[in-house]
């Protein structure tokens, strides 16, 4: 079976999504949920599936190899990014090469890179006038949402969508298709 480490920041619903999938599947668990944010109630919702939790700070991200010595400890298979909004540091890449994905609420390459998250991406989206949108699964590489593609899935774009009724869509295709991806390329 297969260990998957997730990293998220906010809320967590689509670590919750991916948490509850595989509680009873034998491809793989959710080993370790990970967070730079002590109080993102990701950490509330990964106690409550009995996952553990570590909460780090930008230093030890990034100038410490705590982060991949605690990977190490557990065994990591995969590393999932739902909601975290840090760049990837190399010593992570390195030791997880095509082995770091995540997921952007958006068909990338539009609408992607740096600040470009949650409603900044749905606004961005309606005001371009685009008649769809969707979800971009990827590689994770030393760029914001410049890794290769694995999944895209679309909706459209109606003209009374806002980006609260447009992140309503998205959310529905992440949890949808997030889970299933993830499994298929565990299973690869």
């Known amino acids: 079976m297969k260990r998957i480490a997730i990293f998220a920041s906010g809320s967590g619903t689509n670590a919750e999504n991916i948490m509850q999938f595989f509680k009873e599947r034998k491809t793989a668990s959710v080993d370790l949920v990970l967070s730079n944010k002590k109080d993102a109630k990701v950490l509330e919702r990964a106690a409550g599936f009995g996952v553990r939790c570590h909460v780090f700070n930008r230093q030890e991200f990034y100038e410490t190899g705590q982060v991949l010595e605690l990977l190490e400890k557990y065994r990591i298979d995969l590393i999932v990014l739902a909601g975290f909004l840090w760049l990837v540091p190399e010593n992570l890449l390195n030791a997880y090469p095509d082995r770091i994905i995540n997921i952007h609420p958006a068909l990338l390459p539009k609408y992607g890179g740096k600040g470009m998250y949650g409603a900044r991406v749905h606004e961005a989206v309606i005001n371009s006038g685009d008649r769809a949108s969707g979800i971009t699964i990827h590689y994770v590489n030393p760029e914001y949402d410049e890794g290769k593609i694995i999944f895209q899935a679309k909706c459209k774009v109606e003209p009374g ?17 997030f889970p299933k991806v993830i499994e298929n390329l565990i299973i690869k």
């Open 161 to 177: 969508d806002n980006a609260d009724s447009l992140a309503k869509k998205i959310h529905q295709l992440e949890y949808e298709h």
